[in-house]
């Protein structure tokens, strides 16, 4: 069973929203913290927006801030990441992932648990 599956991605123009969304095959609950990552080709995945479970408190990068938000569902079974006023530098695989680490990070090598990805694309 793929523990983290995501969905929501597409094509949208600049200036858009999206809402990705994470379904996960166990409680999000049991984990210390969930958080969104993204890949542009021929880089490295970086962390985008993180959210402590327990407490609710998130973190996010500068250039996503105040356009991206994250947050789960109160049945403890999903992880969205509302995207607002999309850029074309936000055209990306997103990812989302799972630690059991009790910290906000956005460390990809902290996270033990990921999705297969959604592909987001923004045109001009």
């Known amino acids: 069973q793929v523990p983290l599956v995501e969905s929501g991605g597409g094509s949208v123009q600049a200036g858009g929203s999206l809402r990705l969304s994470c379904a996960a095959s166990r409680s999000t609950g049991s984990y210390g913290v969930m958080a969104w990552f993204r890949q542009f080709p021929g880089k490295e995945r970086e962390g985008i927006a993180t959210i402590r479970i327990t407490t609710g408190v998130t973190y996010y990068v500068n250039s996503v801030k105040g356009r991206f938000s994250i947050s789960r569902d109160n049945a403890e079974t999903t992880l969205y990441l509302q995207m607002n006023s999309l850029k074309p530098e936000d055209t990306a695989m997103y990812y989302c992932?799972?630690?059991?680490?009790?910290?906000?990070?956005?460390?990809?090598?902290?996270?033990?648990?990921w999705g297969q990805g959604t592909q987001v694309t923004v045109s001009s």
């Open positions: 992932a799972a630690s059991g680490v009790p910290f906000l990070t956005l460390i990809p090598s902290r996270y033990n648990t």
